[in-house]
Every structure is written in C-alpha cells, then in structure tokens.
C-alpha cells in the first residue's frame, strides 16, 4: 500500500513539474512574439502621404489663367451665379487670401503687409497616414529642392478680401523664412513656429493626421518644391525623409503668386467688375 502511495506522489510531483515548465516557457514565448512584431511593424513604411487642393470656394479669392478671356467668356463671367466655378472650369489656377494672423507677433505681421497688398496662397491640405501599429511622431520639416520660374499667366480675376479670417493650420514663404512654418489658428500661438509646440502623430491605432497648407509664392513667381520630414518611432528611428507621391517619386508640390504683369485684370465684390487692365480710378486694383 505504501508504495502505491509513494508512486502517486511521485507521478503527482512529475506532472507538476510539467505545468511549472510550461508556464515559465509563456513569459519567453510573448517576448519573442512581441519582437516579430516590432520587426515587422518597423519594416512597413512610417507613413505615406498625400496633397489635396482646397476644395469649394473660399470668402476671397484670385484666380489666375493662362490666356486672355474672349469678350464672350467675360460677358459668361460677370453674369454667372459663381465666377470662382465658371473661371476654374476654363482652367483658372484658384488662390486664397492669407490668413490674416491678427494675433501673430508684431514682427511677422509687419512682415505680412510690408508690399503694401493682399498676400496671396497656394493651399492643400497635407494628409500624413500609416498603417503602423506603433506611434510614429513628425515633429519637425524642411523645404527642399525648391525651384521658382517667373509666372506666365496672362489673366487675373480677383474677389478681394472684406476683412480677412484665421483657418486652422500653417503658413509659410517660399523659400520660408525664419521659424517657419507658423501656426494660423486663431489660438494661442499663432504666428509663432508650428513645430515648437505641436507635431503630427500617426500610426498606433491613430492611421491619419493632415494640415492645411497655406504656401507663398514670391510675387510674379510659380514654384515646384518638396519637403523633407523629421519623425521619430517606436524602433529608436530619429532622421530627416523626403516625402515622396502614390507613385514612390519625390513630393514635388506646385505653388503660384500672381503674375506681376497680367495683360487682363478684373476686381469685383465689394465694387462692380473693375477692368483695372484699363486703368480705371481707384486704388483697389492696386492692393488686389
């Protein structure tokens, strides 16, 4: 009887000894699942990207063409509902006033109305996604290859601001000046640079993140430009990358001011369609 009882316990002890192993072996098996992960998760891209223009049409506006409109198609522009419409689908180039940065320091506002006019911007919206399962943090950017031809728009059509407002997001020059880009929310810290105090994240069950664009041409000028991103990850990635499109080719993002000396030039809004080509009366045609 007594050694039937002994095999029990020993044949008890030896099972125990089992489980004991097989639960000391979870802790190891979970970290080397959780590397396979990670090493997978770094080995996707941190992100991809996307530019899309400002959609609808915005309280002031300018629109640039590449010809001079027919007496007929002025006739068509001054009586249409939507000018901003009729004009884009001749193949009209939209631009928005500037934010105006009431609350930006003196400095940069100064900077702002030094020409004497209404600044013109080329906006779009920025979209950062990413399909990581970790966070991944855009903390900091850079123009880069910028190259600046002068404008061969011919027509210009202008509806000019009545006082000017604050759109979330950023603004910068071309090429940006110092601490740029600046914030433009009407908050806080506008005109003050963006990355000082923010930046994008993505990734981590958060899959996007996008700014509104609002980029500066300088006057009479049609710039292509790409930019250069400093993020950083949860694989200890910390470094500069150049956004590229859909088709895995460097970024490269088109951006206009008004041409300096358009043969056709048109104001309305707060006055009926001025012809300012013809040299009219009145100052509006000069600050438009």
């Known amino acids: 009887m007594a050694s039937l009882v002994t095999g029990l316990v020993v044949g008890a002890v030896s099972m125990g000894s089992e489980t004991v192993r097989d639960y000391l072996s979870i802790p190891s098996f979970v970290a080397k699942e959780n590397d396979s992960q990670k090493k997978d998760d770094a080995s996707q891209p941190p992100f991809t990207v996307s530019v899309q223009p400002e959609r609808g049409e915005p309280d002031s506006w300018t629109m640039v063409l590449d010809r001079e409109l027919t007496a007929d198609e002025t006739q068509k522009m001054q009586g249409s509902p939507s000018p901003f419409s009729y004009l884009r689908d001749l193949g009209g180039h939209p631009l928005e006033s500037a934010s105006l940065l009431e609350n930006a320091p003196e400095r940069y506002r100064e900077q702002q109305i030094a020409s004497g006019r209404l600044e013109n911007v080329d906006t779009f919206k920025l979209s950062f996604l990413s399909t990581r399962a970790y966070p991944v943090m855009i903390d900091d950017w850079k123009v880069v290859d910028l190259d600046c031809v002068k404008s061969t728009r011919k027509t210009v059509v202008s509806r000019p601001s009545q006082g000017g407002a604050a759109y979330e997001g950023v603004s910068l020059h071309l090429p940006p000046r110092a ?20 930046y994008i994240e993505v990734g981590g069950g958060q899959s996007s993140g996008a ?62 369609w001025t012809p300012c080509h013809l040299n009219p009366q009145g100052d509006l045609c000069d600050s438009a």
Do not use: M
């Open 179 to 198: 601490d740029e880009p600046v914030l433009t929310d009407d908050t806080e810290g506008q005109g003050k640079p963006y990355f000082d105090s923010r």
């Open 211 to 272: 700014l509104r664009v609002e980029a500066i041409a300088p006057p009479g000028q049609v710039c292509e430009w790409g930019i250069e991103v400093h993020y950083t990850d949860a694989h200890h990635q910390d470094e500069y990358v150049a956004l590229k499109d859909g088709n895995g080719k460097p970024l490269r993002i088109h951006t206009e001011s008004v041409p300096e000396n358009p043969r056709q030039k048109w104001v309305f809004g707060s006055v009926p």
